[in-house]
């Protein structure tokens, strides 16, 4: 995290600008008590089992987590989060193999509108790259319910998803107009590196109205908190773990959009989602792979 804070330029905004009073909603797999992100969370909600006890079988979701959050604790700093004074409501939509129904999805979705003013929810990361579903109506009725959220004035940021790079391969709900669609790219980092997630981040139809992705963030070998860290006596180990993907460029612009609440509150969702494209760093990449570019938090804040 310290290369991507430096990468996208989040070390040069005021140190005063942490995320708080921001509340970001995360649809995942949970979350573990890790030390870095613990009094973090506001409320968990298990779509998947009903259990009433915070928890993540997968991991995955404890990492997006880190990345939108986390203090750095375990790390003198190294790897916190993007906004580490944001809170955090999680819903476990995900089990531990990190599948998940659209039912879940939508029942998730809607308690999250319900929920909004209780937890002061600006913010909704989706890191879950929902491929061309086989029945349309669930489709739609996912989206249409994503958009009810946008338009209820949550920031709804989701992932391209990683089924790229053929032209059209975006995740189905990232080609709506009504949420911030987040691809992935390293820019400089990891040039000619085989894995480097631009060569399978999602992409958009070159010829669509809606042009997608709107932006990208790094993905690529991202370090944050690991859910299945190991605590001996007083001693951590393992408390970090890299993963990449889409899914870990789409809390990237979470945290981003947290920092921004928490300094612009009373900016409406458009009016950051403008700010965010226009600052953005163009990498010179065709439209259908970085969209405006890559975040760029100095200039989005500033």
Known sequence: MQRVRQQIEA????????????????????IERHPDIIGRLHYFKDFVNGR????????HGTHVCGIICGNGAMSEGRFRGMAPEADLIVCKVLDKKGDG???????????????RILYRIRVLNISVGIGELKERSKEEALRKQIEKLWDSGITVVCAAGNKGPADGSIASIGGSSKVITVGCHDGKYCTGKPGRCATYSG???????????????PGTDIR???????????????AYVKKSGTSMATPIVSGAAALFFSKYPSVSNEEF??????TAD???????LQGWGMVNVKRLIG
């Not at 129904?101 to 929920?115: F, Q, S, Y």
């Not at 908190?225 to 190991?230: E, G, L, V």
């Not at 989602?273 to 226009?278: E, S």
């Not at 163009?282 to 259908?288: F, H, K, S, V, Y």
């Open 11 to 30: 070390e040069w905004i005021e140190k005063s600008i942490t995320g708080r009073g921001c509340t970001v909603a995360v649809l995942d797999t949970g």
């Open 52 to 59: 009433q006890f915070m928890y993540d079988d997968n991991g």
């Open 101 to 115: 129904t659209t039912e879940h999805m939508i029942e998730a979705l809607k308690w999250v509108l319900e929920n």
């Open 203 to 217: 992409r958009g139809e070159k010829l669509s109205p809606v042009r997608k992705p709107d932006i990208v963030a």
């Open 224 to 238: 944050s908190c690991n859910a299945f860290y190991k605590r001996i006596h007083h001693h951590v180990e393992n």
């Open 273 to 278: 989602k403008q700010k965010l494209t226009l």
């Open 282 to 288: 163009d990498l010179g990449e065709p439209w259908n």
